[in-house]
């Protein structure tokens, strides 16, 4: 496991990403390793597309001096090896765009008590792009890959970003996965891609938490296995390259030391965790909500006919939201909101609710929203250490030691100042 080290360049990294993202805010980060800035306000949860400027950022190493003229992907593990050029991937294979709520798999951590270590954020560590570029499918079929028997099989994918521990940034996902809806993007929201989020080329894994989603890709293997200590024994180069994948971004109790697994039996984050899965990986998205609008920064005041529009956003991973609820009395009751706009797999849905609070009422309510997963799986109400997790109670998403995944709809509520109208 890499040792825990500060980074100084961090700083002037956060330094020139704030002033490219003035809807951003920099993350508290206790061991002083991530570059990290999240959304500054709520109100970016008000809308579907997350613009640019309001769109998190997180990474461990500094990002590389990236030229799109020189830089290439090796493929290996297949039949054909070669390497692609960034013209290669742009004029020989088609493109497309797909929508993903990016969110990573530490937000919510801050909400975790006692507190864990390392990037305290709140709610501001998710948003929703266009990310547009290759089909995964297209390259591999081209390289001698059967796309119709995945097999059980991985892909590897190594980032090129230089590691500041020796853990060199590899991830693996599902081959099934990867052939199904996975991008190697080259821009977001319709402009090229910013440096910060993975220029000249990043892998997007739609519906799953952002640790997936591979920034700088130089290389995409296509393994047996997840990737084990013997998946690049070849480099023989006094790097790790396991780290990323199975010691951190694991769901764990307090001290434990995950083992190197080959393979899990589901990449459903959620039925990992209640099925018995040791350790669970952090893939597929936890079903999640959040409110918009109001935003809790300045007191709201009923319109003409009496109404205060709720507005947020809801996501489930892979899986679709079928439900959404809000309260506006702190969770003593319920009502269903309305579910609006554009609707793909692996992207947020907005939602809506009509508030009619009572007439000449003048004071704070706390708002609340949970969202429930085409599984029937709802948002537990709050984070708590458990003694025993071989069964995890309805209402309580576990502490964990390092804060993942965590989808509690009671820290996110959010307190609104009610002011009658004038007449």
Known sequence: ???????????????DILERKPGTREARDEEDRYTVVGAASRETFAD???????????????IPDADAETWQVRVTGVDDGESLSMEALREDYPTVAVAHTMECAGNNRGQHDPETGSVQWT????????????????????????????????????????????????????????????????????????VEHGYPVRLIVPGWYGTNSVK?????????????????????????YTYWQHGAYRIHPADAEPEIEETVPTTDTWEQLVGGVTHPYT?????????????????????????????????????????????????DTWHDADLYGPDYSGAWRLFSYAWEPKTEFDGTVTLLSRATDE?????????????????????????????????????????VRVTPRDE
């Open 1 to 15: 496991m890499g040792e825990s080290t500060g980074r100084d360049s961090r700083h002037g990294e956060i330094d």
């Open 48 to 62: 579907w597309l997350t613009p640019v400027e309001e769109h998190f950022v997180c990474h461990r190493n500094d």
């Open 123 to 194: 709610w501001d560590a998710v948003g929703t792009a266009m990310w547009s570029g290759t089909p995964v499918r297209a390259v591999l079929e081209d390289r001698g890959v059967d796309v119709n028997d995945d097999s059980d099989r991985w892909l590897t994918a190594v980032g090129g970003d230089v590691p500041a521990d020796d853990d060199v940034y590899v991830k693996s996902i599902p081959l099934s996965k990867a052939l199904d809806d996975c991008v190697l993007a080259y821009e977001m929201n319709g402009e090229p891609l910013p």
């Open 216 to 240: 700088w890709v130089e290389e995409l293997r296509v393994t047996d296995t997840m990737v084990t200590d013997a998946t690049f024994a070849e480099e023989d180069d006094g790097r790790t």
């Open 283 to 331: 893939f597929d998205e936890n079903v999640m909500s959040l409110i918009g609008e109001p935003d809790g920064e300045r007191p709201v005041t009923p319109d003409a006919d009496g109404r205060v529009e709720i507005r947020g956003v809801a996501w489930a991973g892979d899986d679709r939201v079928s439900r959404v609820e809000v309260s506006t009395d702190d969770g």
């Open 375 to 415: 599984n029937g799986r709802t948002q537990p109400s709050r984070i708590a250490v458990l003694d025993d997790w071989a069964e995890v109670p309805e209402d309580v998403y576990p502490w964990n030691e390092g804060g993942y995944a965590a989808n509690a709809y009671r820290p996110n509520g959010v307190e």
